[in-house]
């Protein structure tokens, strides 16, 4: 099963499930990363992926005329892997109902904070703002509702008196290092479904 990666930048969680896919050899178990695709074609993680062998595309949103003509593209891009998952690692566009709606059930994204609480951007800063004392990060099925879709799995970080937003912003990137990995194997072995707006186990494996 091809499991093609969205990225915008450094790409840290691609690495992440890079390192975790070879430690377990994922592909013993019939999982490949097939493609890291970028929206910057200058993402630190494309080259990390040519490196370690994995088709790297750079696609620039800024030459399209339109979101509808850049996900065109970009969907045209994405089915040439045949994934059976798409992974969003810090891709920073946002997606149409259109493009969601056609990947259902296959694309996973990780948001920065413990939905629901903090959708959108600057959530480190918010927690603190909040006086949270614990914090962290979900990774979810992606739905048309930004940050909305079913919850998969979540890592809890604890939020320190002395800290400020990038203290927290790192001790919450390594728990999705862990977490992120995790999530896309099971998903990716069919092991958990969406189901009304819900993650389930998936009895069918
Ligand atoms: C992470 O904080 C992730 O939660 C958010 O974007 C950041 C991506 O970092 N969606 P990286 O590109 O994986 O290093």
Not at 78 to 106: C, H
């Amino acid at each position: 099963k091809n499991i093609v990666i969205l990225i915008s930048g450094r790409g840290s969680n691609f690495e992440a499930i890079l390192r975790t896919a070879r430690a377990e050899n994922w592909e013993a178990e019939g999982l490949r990363l097939a493609a890291v695709i970028s929206n910057r074609p200058d993402a630190a993680g494309l080259n990390r992926a040519r490196e370690a062998g994995i088709p790297a595309v750079g696609m620039d949103h800024k030459a399209y005329p339109s979101r509808e003509a850049f996900e065109e593209a970009l969907a045209a891009e994405i089915d040439k892997f045949e994934p059976a998952l798409i992974v969003l690692a810090g891709f920073m566009r946002v997606l149409t109902e259109g493009f969601v709606s056609k990947y259902e059930g296959r694309i996973l994204n990780i948001h920065p904070a413990l939905l629901p609480l903090f959708p959108g951007l600057h959530t480190h800063e918010r927690a603190i703002e909040a006086g949270c004392r614990v914090h962290g990060a979900t990774v979810h099925f992606v739905s048309a509702v930004l940050d909305g879709g079913a919850i998969i799995g979540q890592a809890v970080v604890p939020v320190l008196p002395t800290d400020d937003a990038d203290a927290l912003a790192a001790r919450c990137l390594r728990s999705e290092h862990i977490l992120y990995p995790r999530c896309v194997r099971e998903v990716a072995l069919g092991r958990v479904v969406a189901e009304e707006g819900k993650a389930r186990m998936s009895d069918e494996t």
